[in-house]
């Protein structure tokens, strides 16, 4: 079946696609509108080139050399030297496939014509992306303000055929030659950068739009996932369903509330385990149960409102400065849209609501673990003392807990002035959503977690839970067998992990 093409017309990029487009299940072109509004920024930048005008991006140093008015023989070396300069990045190799994401995201950008680039840039980054060739790019760099200047650098040294790049080797994973014998390997040629074309590349979001989207796409699974997990570990406890009646959710409408307590009912439907406590003397379960949509909901609303400004800002112009011309005047205006405080903020939410989500799983996790609330051998060992089952798995929950709760310190509260003090606010965002994206990770790990410990309580409990839970423990059951005597459990762990992330459950709950 061939792969579906996303057009990039720079207005209509969604978060599904740039996770695709790395990904390789989508390739990418240049709509022909695009075409049409590029070529006319460019010729603007021509018109310009061609006047005695001195203006800044175009025929000027840059930051606080901007003052500089340069040669017009020697534009082509500025550009190119502005990318060899700011290609100075340090720490881990960013991942391929997010590379890839970075180039689509700044391609769309570029194609919304108002950067002063030529169309061929964009046609390169396209052509790369869809025979998958990454340019190395070191992960630190970027203060999320002035652009992901750094990264975005690396990633340009790939376009001129410089540095190095991932490609998929013959054995299918991916391996480093040099730039130039990527490109030619599949009939690309470098890139010779013109006036404009270096800073249009490297003055933009595009490295915190794809940890950001990243984080969106798995907090889409895991919200999904909180709430099965959640559904799972009350039935494991024989807890009470009355917190989901829907009149209680009505008299506070909250939205992200409303929608996380209507999927925990639906999972709970048709339970033979509540039916058989029907008359049993507990009143009240304890908030990790009792609460979870007043905590999941706070944080479903949050993630459509990341998800609407990311999705604007997928779809922006964030160089500078910025082209606008009506074929008889041109204006090149200077601004800050490469400025990343909306993306930081953003990120700096959504870590904290990662650690919330963790913390009040790992909560359940050690209820699910109590026989005085579960009514089950603790630790869901199969011979107390002999066996300690289940015992560390909380142990590790707790631990991912801690690392969320550092990780829950806001990025956007660390500023560092820079470029002799005219770049003197940084919004820290690329620093923050890659945090936010690690945080997912750790996550999804917790909430793995607990439902392991509620599948192999479920597993002793003679009644049938609820048909949604069932179907949960189901696919747990799919990838973790059940616990028959003491064994290692990272694999286990870590493998649930996984497919929770790659939207597993989802599939399987039809969501």
């Known amino acids: 079946m061939p792969l579906r093409v996303i057009e990039l017309d720079g207005s209509s990029l969604v978060v599904e696609d740039v996770i695709d487009a790395g990904r390789g299940l989508a390739t990418v072109c240049i709509s022909d509108s695009s075409k049409i509004t590029m070529q006319a920024s460019r010729e603007a ?57 970075m180039m689509v995201i700044r ?32 992960r630190i760099g970027s203060l999320g303000a002035s652009g992901d200047l750094a990264p ?4 340009t040294l790939g376009l001129i055929g410089e540095g190095e790049c991932n490609i998929i080797g013959d054995n299918g994973s991916w391996e480093v030659v040099q730039s130039d014998s990527a490109l030619r390997s599949v009939r690309l040629e470098p890139l010779v950068l013109q006036a404009k074309e270096g800073l249009t590349l490297i003055n933009g979001t595009s490295q915190m739009c794809t940890y950001l989207a990243l984080c ?40 992200g509330q409303s929608i996380s307590a209507a999927r925990i009912s639906a999972l709970l ?24 949509p007043q905590v999941h909901g706070p944080v479903i609303e949050l993630l459509r409102e990341t998800r609407r400004m990311l999705e604007i800002e997928l779809n922006s112009a964030t160089d500078n400065p910025l082209v606008f011309t009506d074929g008889k005047m041109d204006d090149v205006i200077s601004g800050g849209n490469f400025h990343g405080q909306n993306l930081a903020l953003a990120s700096d939410y959504l870590a904290i609501a990662c650690h919330e989500l963790a913390s009040i799983s790992e909560r359940r996790i050690n209820q699910v673990l109590d026989p005085q609330w579960s009514g089950h051998n603790a630790f869901l060992a199969n011979h107390e003392g002999l066996e300690s089952g289940l015992m560390i798995i909380q142990y590790v929950a707790a631990a991912l807990v801690a690392e969320l709760h550092l990780m829950a310190q806001p990025a956007t509260t660390s500023n560092v002035p820079v470029s002799l003090g005219k770049e003197d606010h940084a919004s820290m965002g690329a620093t923050g959503t890659y945090r936010t994206f690690r945080a997912t990770e750790f996550l999804s790990q917790v909430i793995a977690n607990e ?8 597993d002793r409990i003679v009644e049938r839970p609820g ?20 064994r290692g459990m990272t694999a286990d762990c870590e493998r649930l992990s996984s497919a929770l992330l790659k939207g597993e459950l989802s599939s399987a709950l039809g969501d």
């Open 45 to 101: 930048v021509l018109r310009i080139l061609d006047s005695d005008r001195v203006v800044y991006g175009i025929n000027t140093g840059f930051g606080a050399l901007s003052s500089v008015t340069i040669d017009p023989t020697q534009l082509e070396e500025l550009q190119r030297n502005l990318i060899r300069s700011h290609a100075c990045g340090v720490g881990e190799r960013m991942h391929p496939e997010h590379v890839l994401m």
């Open 107 to 138: 391609a769309n950008a570029i194609a919304k014509g108002n950067s002063g680039a030529r169309v061929e840039l964009t046609e390169l980054l396209a052509s790369m992306v869809n025979h998958r060739i990454a340019p190395v790019i070191p």
């Open 152 to 155: 975005l650098s690396h990633l």
């Open 216 to 255: 969106v796409s798995n907090l889409d699974h895991l919200l999904l996932a909180a709430d099965a997990a959640i559904s799972c570990s009350l039935e494991a406890i024989r807890g009470s369903h009355s917190p989901f009646d829907h009149r209680i959710h009505e008299a506070r409408p909250q939205v």
């Open 269 to 292: 439907a048709d339970s033979r385990i509540n039916d058989s406590h029907a008359d049993c003397d507990r009143v009240q379960d304890a908030y990790s149960f009792r609460c979870s």
């Open 451 to 458: 439902m392991i410990c509620s599948a192999e309580a479920l």
């Open 467 to 486: 048909k949604g839970v069932a179907c949960v423990a189901d696919w747990i059951r799919s990838h973790v067998p059940p616990l028959e005597a003491d």
